[in-house]
């Protein structure tokens, strides 16, 4: 049995498969093909025979099996809020948003979504630093988007000790895109009744 390629990643919508290849910074959808694939949870794969060949040819699928391990999600239930920290701490959150504003833009989506390294410090509260960051955002440029809002929470909580999933999840009808962080099960600087019409398609 074949195996999902490093960075390929599917999920299916309804009657619809869904595909995002990391390298490719791509999505594609297959109409009305959910049933004619297979998918497990270590990332093998069992198609139908045409569907398995134009696989082969798109190079999202490989005979070999990955050797990283594709983390499992957790659905989320809740999610978690609190209010901003005042005055000095506000100054140093929009001088790192800046800062990690500037490192997302020099970035492929593959190299963006690797965990980064942790700086344990006891008592962090993730809500809190959720809070600060949403508070420092209108004076970081292009904040726009999840994908850019994402890293930068991300990073954020690395700093302060805090690791979290990167959820990425698609719908369909029409076709959108989402991502987001989550503590087990608690979305963090999102909303839990946004996230929940998304079908997470991979965690990193």
């Given at each position: 049995?074949?195996?999902l390629?490093r960075?390929?990643h599917?999920?299916k919508?309804?009657?619809?498969?869904l595909?995002?290849?990391?390298?490719?910074d791509d999505?594609?959808?297959?109409f009305?093909?959910?049933?004619?694939?297979?998918?497990?949870?270590?990332?093998?794969?069992?198609?139908s025979?045409d569907?398995?060949?134009a696989?082969?040819?798109?190079?999202?699928?490989?005979?070999?099996a990955?050797?990283r391990r594709r983390?499992?999600?957790?659905?989320?239930v809740?999610?978690?809020?609190?209010?901003?920290?005042?005055?000095?701490?506000?100054?140093?959150?929009?001088?790192?948003?800046?800062?990690?504003?500037?490192?997302?833009?020099k970035?492929?989506?593959?190299?963006?979504v690797r965990?980064?390294?942790?700086?344990?410090?006891?008592?962090?509260?993730a809500?809190?630093i959720?809070?600060?960051?949403?508070?420092?955002l209108?004076?970081?440029?292009?904040?726009?988007?999840?994908?850019?809002?994402?890293?930068?929470?991300?990073?954020?909580l690395?700093?302060?000790?805090?690791?979290?999933?990167?959820?990425?999840?698609?719908?369909?009808?029409?076709?959108?895109?989402?991502?987001?962080?989550?503590?087990?099960?608690?979305?963090?600087?999102?909303r839990?009744e946004?996230v929940?019409?998304?079908t997470?398609?991979?965690v990193?």
């Amino acid at each position: 049995m074949p195996f999902l390629s490093r960075g390929v990643h599917m999920a299916k919508v309804g009657d619809d498969l869904l595909i995002l290849d990391l390298y490719a910074d791509d999505y594609a959808c297959l109409f009305a093909r959910a049933d004619e694939v297979t998918l497990a949870a270590n990332g093998a794969i069992a198609a139908s025979p045409d569907l398995e060949t134009a696989f082969f040819g798109a190079g999202y699928l490989a005979l070999a099996a990955p050797e990283r391990r594709r983390k499992p999600l957790t659905s989320p239930v809740r999610a978690v809020s609190a209010k901003p920290t005042p005055g000095a701490a506000r100054l140093i959150g929009v001088a790192e948003a800046w800062a990690d504003a500037l490192v997302f833009r020099k970035r492929a989506l593959h190299q963006l979504v690797r965990p980064p390294r942790l700086h344990p410090r006891p008592g962090a509260r993730a809500a809190v630093i959720a809070a600060d960051f949403a508070a420092a955002l209108p004076w970081t440029p292009a904040n726009g988007a999840c994908l850019q809002r994402a890293f930068q929470l991300r990073r954020r909580l690395a700093r302060r000790g805090v690791a979290t999933d990167w959820v990425f999840g698609v719908r369909t009808w029409p076709f959108a895109a989402h991502c987001w962080l989550q503590i087990d099960d608690r979305v963090i600087g999102d909303r839990l009744e946004r996230v929940r019409v998304y079908t997470p398609i991979a965690v990193f």
